[in-house]
Nanobody, 127 residues
Framework: VQLQASGGGLVQAGGSLRLSCAAS????????TGWFRQAPGKERDFVAS????????YYADFVKGRFTISRDSAKNTVYLQMNSLKPEDTAVYYC?????????????????????WGQGTLVTVSS
């Protein structure tokens, strides 16, 4: 599975961005998809995930109410709508796919639970 993340950029605090994760070589309806982010000098943190069936979503506490993950199966793409952005949201955002089925939160929140990764897209939020 190849993943192409896009949509990052420079935005002022309070603004919005929508990230896209387009997949090829596999169908996202068959896999769980997650978004992670990594700021300079920090670990890669879980942001949000969506199950293959699209019926289970999880969010990190620091994005709840601001970010929304969704999927367009026709386009084989997962989105991360980010609203009310803060300077602390500045990071490289990565999408990833896990091929083994799991519905538990614990399966989605760790990078080791994923098999394929996109290249990352940089989000910079200015104050």
């Amino acid at each position: 599975v190849q993943l192409q993340a896009s949509g990052g950029g420079l935005v002022q605090a309070g603004g919005s961005l929508r990230l896209s994760c387009a997949a090829s070589g596999g169908t996202l309806r068959s896999y769980g998809t997650g978004w992670f982010r990594q700021a300079p000098g920090k670990e890669r943190d879980f942001v949000a995930s969506i199950s293959g069936g699209g019926d289970i979503t999880y969010y990190a506490d620091f994005v709840k109410g601001r970010f929304t993950i969704s999927r367009d199966s026709a386009k084989n793409t997962v989105y991360l709508q980010m609203n009310s952005l803060k300077p602390e949201d500045t990071a490289v955002y990565y999408c990833a796919v896990r091929t083994a089925y799991c519905s538990r939160y614990g399966c989605y929140v760790t990078p080791t639970g994923y098999d394929y990764w996109g290249q990352g897209t940089l989000v910079t939020v200015s104050s």
